[in-house]
């Protein structure tokens, strides 16, 4: 038995080998990127832009291991590595076509032999490098102008950010090794790590970072719209007061032949360089059954923040926004830095380790950040047998969010009473109606929201 534990204890560290990087306070890091590209390589960049083909060719990278002292990971262009097939760490095949169908199409995957960590890494390695150009754009629509007027706001939102990541940071260095849910922290990091470094021409070595980067403010677009209040930003009177104007939908096709799954976001005009992302992670099956997932993305974006999402656990999960009405709410009391973690990190764990919409549900509760506040929808295709009746019970599960505050429910009766179940930005559980101001919103009918 002391032996099985043993090689238990040594698997688990293998799969957390990475060195963290110590923490930086480079402000320079925090807004801007453009200056750390040379001309050359911007001049390189927009001549190789392929915008508008016809004939949707995918671009492939490997990243593999050169054999080095350090074991430095290098970018070779095609499907294999020069030396081994064994020092292929990730494979990714990118198709750029924004301009003929509005997509970007991105496919990574990694392989067996390499801790998980390095595979984490090596894996936003290959986004990194392969979406290069539409993460540019991406930057300068959506983070390049976001303290422009703002300096206060984005003073007080550096703050609270490095506090968040430092406690983060704490965490995984003291957590054991042996706990699932922190080494998928430190995993989501390291896949980040690994974007910013291709994506900055950095040399490649396979580390985890917790610092303020452009790349780290890509993630945090639906955490902006509570953070914004939280922390007292200027409305913008061009944009929309409320965050809220995204649909769901599951509906079963007649005789239950069928079970559709859809979703329609809602966002600005900058935000329209989208990326359909496919991720494949060798990961053990048994330990995270969501190892392979795809979702509508942005680009260096490392969940969909639509939402809409798939899982080889047999998962599918989209999310419409609750907007908060109770002011109240954006108090240090329900948002802090210390004790919290983000949607965009959430959500991205409990797609990868659970395998019931119930289990999504309860997962994806723990660490309520307060920020992008949503009605969440987890259909269970599993328990999906077409022609079949449905279920009576946690095929389909919601979750609903305020700071402070989150409540679930099976809603599997709702679909198989009415056949459909309906998202519209509307909280169905009476407690979070309160909770977020709603229900007393719906006493005046008049208010722009509801035009």
Sequence with gaps: MRLLLLLASLFILAQCSLKIRPKTNKVDEYWGVEEKESGSQKKKTVEKNPHGTSQYKYEYVSVCRNGTSEDLLDVVAGKTCPRSKDDQVALGRYSNQVNTTGWGILEIETFEGHPYDVQAYAAGVAEGH??????????????????????????????????????????????????????????????????????????????????????????????????????????????????????????????????????????SLSTMNRVLKLYKFAYDPKEVPGRIVSFSGYAAALSSADDYTLTSAGLASIETTIAIFNNTLYTDRFIKPNGQIHCWVRSFIANALTKTSKAWVDLFARYNSGTYNNQWTVVDYKMFKPGQPIPDKDMLWILEQTPGFTETMDVTYYLKRFTYFPSYNIPMISTISQISGFSKKVEFPSSVYFK
């Excluded at 390291?190 to 994506?199: K, V």
């Design 130 to 267: 392969l979406t290069k150009l539409q993460i540019y754009y991406h930057y300068l629509n959506t983070i390049k102008p976001l303290c422009l007027n703002h300096t206060g706001f984005c003073k007080r939102l550096y703050m609270y950010l490095q506090q968040n990541l430092d406690w983060i940071r704490r965490q995984v260095i003291e957590k054991p090794k042996s706990d699932l849910y922190w080494r998928h922290v430190n995993l989501t990091f390291a896949q980040l790590t690994g974007i910013y470094d291709a994506y900055m021409n950095r040399n490649l070595t396979p580390e985890i970072g917790f610092d303020i980067t452009p790349i780290y403010l890509i993630q945090l677009s639906g955490e902006l719209f509570d953070l914004n209040k939280y922390l007292n930003k200027t409305p913008d009177p061009q944009e929309d007061p409320e965050a809220g104007h995204c649909s769901g939908f599951v509906k079963l096709a007649p005789n239950n032949s069928d079970m559709f799954f859809s979703h329609v976001a809602m966002s």
